[in-house]
Nanobody, 121 residues
Framework: QLQASGGGLVQAGGSQRLSCVTSGSSLGYYTIGWFRQAPGKEREGVSCISIGGSTTSYADAVKGRFTISRDNAKNTVYLQMNSLKPEDTAVYFC????????????????WGKGTLVTVSS
């Protein structure tokens, strides 16, 4: 079971750190992706980190502002979000797949419940 947490209300320009944890299997066996779904929009990929953490990727909309990282000893993947904008408002989900270094939405094996991030202007 995956669980995203750390969402909340933040002012534009502020920062927020999301966490993705799992109960049961070690998160260290999985490539982890962050996705988000804004009101009235389709879910989109935000960032991805490979099993060992050596490969990361970001959507153009968040590049330079968001940083994905993982601490396998703590069974946690983080998404540090800086310089937040109102358009970053969305429910953020983490998802896992057992192979590969990319995070295609259709290829993710496990999904957690999301956490809402609201950025006020």
């Amino acid at each position: 079971q995956l669980q995203a947490s750390g969402g909340g209300l933040v002012q534009a320009g502020g920062s927020q750190r999301l966490s993705c944890v799992t109960s049961g299997s070690s998160l260290g066996y999985y490539t982890i992706g962050w996705f988000r779904q804004a009101p009235g929009k389709e879910r989109e990929g935000v960032s991805c980190i490979s099993i060992g953490g050596s490969t990361t990727s970001y959507a153009d909309a968040v590049k330079g502002r968001f940083t994905i990282s993982r601490d396998n000893a703590k069974n946690t993947v983080y998404l540090q979000m800086n310089s937040l904008k109102p358009e970053d408002t969305a429910v953020y989900f983490c998802a896992a797949r057992g192979y590969g270094t990319t995070c295609p939405e259709a290829g993710m094996d496990y999904w957690g419940k999301g956490t809402l991030v609201t950025v006020s202007s």
